[in-house]
């Protein structure tokens, strides 16, 4: 199963765009990437997803490399409201579509 | 709307107790999840389910057992509560196509005296 290696944490300021980085070297042709996000005392919440392409939509933009062995979640304004921890995950093509989630990116938002 | 609930925001019990912990969703989806959270070990899938009475082991299954017998209800069953299963456990169900966004309960909180 492909996984996903994140930083820990990174800080940005308000304005600012955020770039997140995940390396899953190991990912293989069929496996997507997604990206979550957790704000604290709630459950995980979709934010994107993509196969070989870049993609946008209204909260975010996520680039994948050539050889999709890393990906960049890209918030293009953060504002207060993005302090959470993002995870990138790689979904597994099997019957169970199971979902790994590693600890993730702690992003913090400065004013 | 879509919703995944789950039976109790914060449950607390004893070493040894039988714990059940419910999820329904209400999306049709085929496929379910349970995981725990804890800090510093982010989310590790305990079980997974993507038919009635079809189950899959995650990473982490031991002490845990899962029972679906309707299609939008999966619970998480601890045989016998230990102090190590102090954490937070999330629910999640999934439709069985390659978009497969995950849509996630609100979490128990489970405190095991």
């Known amino acids: 199963d492909a996984k996903t290696t994140q930083p820990p944490s990174m800080d940005c300021a308000e304005g600012r765009a955020a770039n997140l980085p995940c390396n899953h070297s190991?990912?293989?042709?069929?496996?997507?990437v997604y990206w979550y996000r957790q704000i604290h005392s709630q459950g995980p919440q979709y934010i994107i997803h993509?196969?070989?392409n870049n993609e946008t939509n209204e909260m975010a933009s996520l680039i994948i490399t050539e050889d999709r062995k890393s990906s960049t979640l890209i918030l293009p304004h953060a504002t207060l409201r993005d302090t959470a921890v993002y995870y990138c995950?790689?979904?597994?093509?099997?019957?169970?579509?199971?979902?790994?989630f590693g600890t993730g990116t702690s992003l913090t938002v400065i004013p | 709307d879509v919703k995944v609930t789950q039976s109790s925001r914060y449950l607390v019990k004893r070493t040894g107790e039988k714990v059940f912990l419910e999820c329904v969703q209400d999306?049709?989806?085929?496929?379910m999840f349970w995981y725990r959270q804890d800090p510093g070990l982010g989310l590790r899938l305990i079980y997974f389910?993507?038919?009635?009475?079809?189950?899959e082991k995650g990473d982490i299954p031991e002490g845990y057992s899962v029972s679906r017998e309707k299609k939008e209800r999966f619970s998480l069953i601890l045989e016998s509560a230990s102090t190590n299963q102090t954490s937070m456990y999330l629910c999640?169900?999934?439709?069985?196509?390659?978009?497969?966004?995950?849509?996630f309960g609100p979490g128990t909180r489970l405190t095991v005296l």
């Open positions: 995950i790689v979904r597994v093509a099997n019957t169970g579509n199971q979902f790994y």
């Open positions: 999640t169900s999934t439709r069985g196509n390659p978009r497969n966004e995950q849509f």
């Open positions: 190991t990912i293989s042709g069929n496996e997507y």
């Open positions: 993509g196969l070989k």
């Open positions: 999306m049709d989806h085929e496929n």
């Open positions: 389910s993507y038919d009635v009475k079809m189950k």
